[in-house]
């Protein structure tokens, strides 16, 4: 795909091929790759330094076609899933497994690590909502996809589901915790799910879109509710909890969060803040006293109004990260197989790569009752 401004997006079928550019890098053809609700604030044309030509796409399964020469641990041939943050293995910030951190990937920055797909404000790396693309650090990121994995789900690791794990393992849950998480999209549908496996008690989701709630009340057996219902949402979450508030709070939601005019106006409108803080608000006023906040929903790099008196006084702790995938594989690759995550059923959606601008359509405006898409290059 090609980005040609905000809300443009085309397919393009003279790209040139990508191609070993260093000994470590590989070339992935790729099978299946996602659009994340990250990819909508590029679209949206929220993330600074968003270059017009680039290829957007950070979820993405594919077989190797090439590697460099000092790649030692996959070969051609080997179907790999990609995960999304890019991670040299080797510097301070990886050694720690902070590998959505890593410093080599994205040297000129030391706000952020390195992306696929993210623009230049996370290294300026092409995406795989493409038909080939290069995978830097080959021997670091790919993992080998198992024989009894379904693609559908592999795609999903590289992303959605260790993300959205994070977010409950930040919550530092204890047992018999009750747990908010803000937003029913992928992630917070993840993270609902994953709430249960840290030992929560109760589970409740909040969005504005029935559809979405509805499938998430099913999938990770959560209370939910719609904001749009609700006069004051931080009132009647303390009114449902034991009028203290809940124990923790999730925000899988972002800079694009709706529900308060002022904020919407500064964050996405006007651009004046580096985002919409809606759902953080929420998250902060919802959650008792020492409770912990955790955050994966994404800012922009700018400042961000948040009620941080609130957060002084009521001794909360806030914990937020890009999430380490690479961290974190090997353990959703084992909660697949044991049935115990089954992230396929989010798919909504699958769309041949050529359609890629009406899939973004689709998925930015929530058509069609769209929770997760699937892009399918015409030659897998
Ligand atoms: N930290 C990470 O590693 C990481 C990884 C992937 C995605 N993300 C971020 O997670 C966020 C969610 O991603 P997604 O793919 O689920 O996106 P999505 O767009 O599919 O879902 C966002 C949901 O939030 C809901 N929403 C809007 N305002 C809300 C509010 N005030 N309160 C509650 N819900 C509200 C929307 O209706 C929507 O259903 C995005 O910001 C994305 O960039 C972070
Ligand atoms: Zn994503
Ligand atoms: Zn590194």
Request: proline share 6%; charged share 20%; with cysteine.
């Amino acid at each position: 795909m090609n980005f040609r401004g905000p809300f443009r997006i085309r397919a393009d079928r003279d790209r040139p091929f990508p191609e070993i550019e260093h000994p470590e890098d590989a070339i992935v053809k790729v099978i299946r790759s996602c659009i994340c609700g990250s990819d909508l604030h590029l679209y949206h044309g929220l993330v600074p330094d968003t270059r017009v030509g680039s290829t957007f796409g950070h979820e993405f399964i594919g077989e190797i076609v090439d590697v460099g020469s000092s790649v030692e641990k996959v070969k051609v041939g080997d179907r790999v899933m990609v995960p999304f943050n890019i991670a040299c293995g080797k510097c301070a910030f990886c050694k720690q497994e902070l590998y959505g951190q890593c410093h080599e990937a994205n040297p000129q920055s030391t706000a952020a690590g390195g992306i696929f797909g993210y623009s230049h404000t996370t290294g300026g790396y092409n995406g795989g909502q493409a038909e080939y693309v290069r995978v830097p650090y080959a021997d670091v990121g790919p993992t080998v996809i198992p024989d009894w994995m379904d693609p559908d789900d592999a795609v999903l690791l590289t992303d959605v589901v260790p993300t959205g794990y994070q977010a409950a393992e930040m919550g530092g849950i204890q047992e018999g915790d009750t747990v908010v998480v803000f937003g029913a999209g992928p992630i917070g549908i993840m993270a609902a799910k994953c709430a249960w496996l840290f030992g929560a008690g109760r589970v409740i989701v909040i969005d504005q879109l029935d559809y979405r709630l509805e499938f998430v009340k099913e999938f990770a057996q959560c209370e939910v509710y719609n904001f749009k219902h609700l006069e004051d949402p931080v009132v009647f979450i303390k009114k449902i909890t034991d009028s203290l508030g809940a124990d923790v709070c999730i925000d899988a939601v972002g800079a694009e969060a709706a529900g308060d005019t002022m904020n919407t106006m500064l964050g996405r409108k006007l651009l004046m803040q580096g985002g919409s803080t809606t759902a953080l608000h929420w998250a902060i006023n919802s959650v008792k006293k020492g409770g912990i906040v955790s955050i994966v929903g994404v800012y922009g790099p700018i400042d961000a109004l948040v009620p941080i008196g609130n957060v002084v006084n009521k001794g909360i702790t806030i914990r937020a990260s890009q999430a380490s995938v690479k961290r974190l594989l090997p353990k959703m690759i084992e909660h697949v197989k044991n049935g115990i995550i089954d992230p396929k059923a989010m798919i909504t959606h699958r769309i041949p790569l050529e359609e890629v601008g009406e899939g973004y359509h689709i998925f930015s405006k929530k058509l069609d009752n769209c929770i997760k898409t699937v892009l399918i290059p015409p030659s897998a």
